[in-house]
């Protein structure tokens, strides 16, 4: 119960397209939902979160949609550029307690000139 | 100001060696964890301190490993009689208390051989 599911694991689109990255979660105690991208040698560097009271947060060309009903959200970058090649984490905690954070397994981006 | 930095950056060690990695959150964060990245793997979280509360060792995969806070800033994870298995990168992250955003260092890359 305390997994969170990231798809797809490797993702390639075309620069200028949009890049979708979804994940799903069962424990319906979180209620944080960050999103963090990785380049290679690099900690995870955060992007954007959301929590459960929106369906949609959107900061710059990222944004994330939440379905709370479905257990699942979303993470989509508009106008794709070669510089957001990089792997994306999602992740999941809870508002209580110690706030560690469940990952997803991370998507490998890569944006085509 | 300056972020979470990690020392050192790589470690080389022998099977069996006990290893020291050390983890400067940001000024001010009260919350300090430990995660570990295996290759091509999500990040798997380790151990929380919060303050002047008792750890969160829930994640620790063994008593081989073990992990303090002096002073509520600087922590420590320690390795004991490595094995080839806890070959990772080993990231700290840091927060406010009661706030989830959790901002993470470089990462350790441990290689046992």
């Known amino acids: 119960q305390q997994q969170v599911k990231q798809s797809p694991q490797s993702l390639i689109v075309q620069k200028g397209g949009i890049s979708i990255i979804n994940c799903a979660y069962e424990n319906t105690a979180f209620d944080y939902f960050p999103w963090y991208q990785q380049f290679p040698g690099k900690g995870p560097a955060l992007l954007i979160a959301i929590r459960p009271d929106v369906s949609e947060k959107k900061e710059g060309r990222f944004t994330i949609s939440f379905n709370k009903s479905a257990k699942q959200f979303s993470l989509h970058i508009m106008d794709s550029q070669p510089g957001d090649s990089a792997t994306y984490f999602c992740a999941a905690s809870k508002r209580q307690g110690a706030q560690k954070l469940v990952f997803g397994q991370g998507t490998r981006l890569t944006i085509n000139p | 100001g300056a972020g979470v930095s990690q020392s050192p950056s790589n470690k080389v060690t022998e099977k069996g060696k006990d290893v020291e990695l050390r983890c400067d959150p940001i000024s001010g964060h009260t919350a300090l964890y430990w995660y570990r990245q295996s290759l091509g793997q999500g990040l798997e979280f380790l151990i929380y301190?919060?303050?002047?509360?008792?750890?969160?060792k829930s994640g620790l995969p063994s008593d081989r490993f073990s992990a303090e806070r002096t002073g509520g800033s600087v922590s420590t994870l320690t390795i004991q009689r490595t094995q080839q298995e806890d070959s990772a990168v080993y990231l700290c992250?840091?927060?406010?208390?009661?706030?989830?955003?959790?901002?993470f260092g470089p990462g350790t890359r441990l290689t046992v051989t």
């Open positions: 301190f919060q303050g002047n509360s008792a750890p969160d």
């Open positions: 992250a840091s927060s406010l208390a009661g706030v989830s955003e959790q901002y």
